[in-house]
């Protein structure tokens, strides 16, 4: 008898122990799922909503450092329409804050460039406006690629001025074929 009553304790133990294990992985199940299904608010997924900003942003800069005023002027109209479809709910407060002060900027510079096909010097004097904002954007929600800050010192009056590019070779979009490795990096953003 003594026999039956320990097999059926050691029975019950081993069910409540493999019952409670059974719940937890459960448990651990949910929460991951949780997890997955929770938006992400480390800019992982606000990067894609930012991808197709900075592709056109830098065909525009590609097309300037060409001198190609037309093409520029096609990526500048690029830029416009994409900015407007970056999904501002996704975006961590921080981000959002950047996002909201730079927004109607670079739809302005944007516009400006896209307006003034026949006019490389004013659209590079926008693009200069631009790629201020176009940082500040990146540097908040990081881009889905590399890019690296360069800095021309030459341009506007010796001031200088900034550019993106998705490339370590500089290719001056501020001065084009006249001067187009003038310049240098500054910083890596990832």
């Not at 056109?56 to 060409?66: E, G, I, Q």
């Not at 944007?110 to 659209?123: F, G, L, Y």
Request: aromatic content about 6%.
């Amino acid at each position: 008898m003594k026999t039956i009553l320990f097999g059926i304790a050691i029975a019950a133990s081993t069910f409540t122990a493999c019952t409670e294990n059974a719940t937890q992985s459960q448990e651990a199940t949910n929460t991951d799922t949780a997890k997955a299904n929770t938006p992400a608010t480390n800019g992982a997924i606000t990067t894609a909503s930012t991808n197709e900003v900075v592709a056109h942003y830098l065909h525009l800069k590609n097309a300037l450092a060409s001198d190609d005023s037309k093409e520029a002027a096609t990526a500048g109209r690029a830029v416009v329409n994409a900015i407007d479809k970056i999904d501002a709910a996704s975006l961590t407060a921080d981000q959002k804050k950047v996002y909201d002060e730079v927004k109607d900027d670079i739809k302005e510079h944007s516009e400006h460039i896209s307006t003034n096909a026949d006019k490389i010097a004013h659209q590079r004097e926008h693009f200069d406006m631009l790629s201020l904002d176009m940082y500040d954007l990146v540097k908040s929600v990081k881009p889905g690629q590399t890019l690296y800050k360069d800095h021309c010192p030459m341009f506007n009056d010796n001031k200088g001025a900034i550019w993106l590019s998705e490339v370590k070779d500089i290719k001056n979009p501020y001065y084009g074929k006249k001067m187009l490795t003038c310049g240098e990096e500054q910083e890596e953003i990832k």
